[in-house]
């Protein structure tokens, strides 16, 4: 991504990627001398300039950067994917370029561990499913049980993985609320789950 850039910003972020290890101002540090050897050593010359934003995915902290990034051939946001587009969205003189591969957005297990259980799906049925996730913790994203492959409690894609229908058999089970399971969930509408297009939320009460 960088190659033929003369002069190019790294920047970071301290919202969730910094917390997550991957995009604060540490990893900025690290990502710029990595950049800085890596070019060095194939016989070229780059200038590198670090920051970090409070946020990537708030236009205040955001503007500040707009007539600052033209003095770069290139900015790498270490922010998540979100953080990328919106640096890009309002940077439109600059190559704007990302340094992480975002996986998804999920929760910390324990240290360096962590697992989506939520896929934004903007239908949420978790108050019908023990609040446990079927979009997101089911291969197959199935709203009424599980597949034919559920085997011994594992999931038939991924063995290593609990097949989230059991466990949510199993906590039903545990609540006395197992019959709650033979109500049908209705056909989903997967419109609101970005097969509709971007999605957008607007709250009347916060608007300025
Ligand atoms: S049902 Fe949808 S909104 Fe609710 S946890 Fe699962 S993916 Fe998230
Ligand atoms: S085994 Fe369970 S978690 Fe895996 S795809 Fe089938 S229903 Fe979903």
Known sequence: MVKGARKILVLGCRGCVAVCSAGGDKEVKILSAALKLGVKRSGGEIEIDEDTLVRQCDPE????????????????????????????????????????????????LSSGEWKELCAGCGACVLHLTGGLCPVARCAKSLSNGPCGGSQGGRCEINPDVPCIWQLIYDRLSKQDRKEELKNIMPIRDWTTAGHGG???????????
């Open 61 to 108: 902290y955001i503007e500040p950067l707009n007539e600052r990034a033209k003095d770069y051939d290139l900015v790498m946001s270490m922010a998540c994917g979100v953080g990328v587009n919106f640096v890009a969205d309002r940077c439109p003189d600059v190559n704007v370029v990302p340094a992480l591969n975002t996986t998804f957005y999920g929760a910390n």
């Open 198 to 208: 971007p999605r957008r939320r607007v709250r009347e009460d916060l608007l300025p």
